[in-house]
């Protein structure tokens, strides 16, 4: 076994250099919900689905807003979202999985 001298100077160093890559990855997560539409709020731009949290309020890009009205009541989406600190998860992709669309699947700039 190898004894190491640790100071606080070399821990505090070590925690400066790997604290900014913790932190990074954490907020730039994608998470994948699959989950009922229980909601889509057309005016505010939101959708409301449920995950393990409970139910969960994603914002909308400017660009998914006008085909909200095509997202079927009750239908089962699945969703690609950005999690982002203090802000509801936004919005990258869905894919409608149950329930009639005219808007299946939207990949982030258009529907097909």
């Known amino acids: 076994m190898i004894n190491l001298p640790m100071n ?6 070590f925690i400066a250099l790997a604290l ?16 009922p539409i ?3 709020d057309k005016d505010k731009g939101s959708i409301m689905v449920s995950s393990n949290a409970g139910v969960v309020t994603v914002d909308v890009t400017k660009t998914a807003k006008p085909h909200l009205n095509e997202l079927p009541a009750s239908g089962m989406i699945s969703l690609v979202v950005e999690v982002r600190p203090g802000k509801h998860p936004l ?4 894919k409608v ?16």
């Not at 919005?91 to 869905?94: E, G, I, R, S």
């Open 38 to 40: 229980l909601h889509v």
């Open 91 to 94: 919005l990258k992709t869905w």
């Open 20 to 35: 900014p890559c913790w932190i990074g990855t954490a907020l730039a997560a994608d998470r994948t919900i699959i989950s």
């Open 8 to 13: 606080r100077s070399s821990v505090l160093f």
């Open 97 to 112: 999985t149950r329930g009639e669309s005219s808007c299946k699947n939207f990949n982030g700039q258009s529907c097909k």
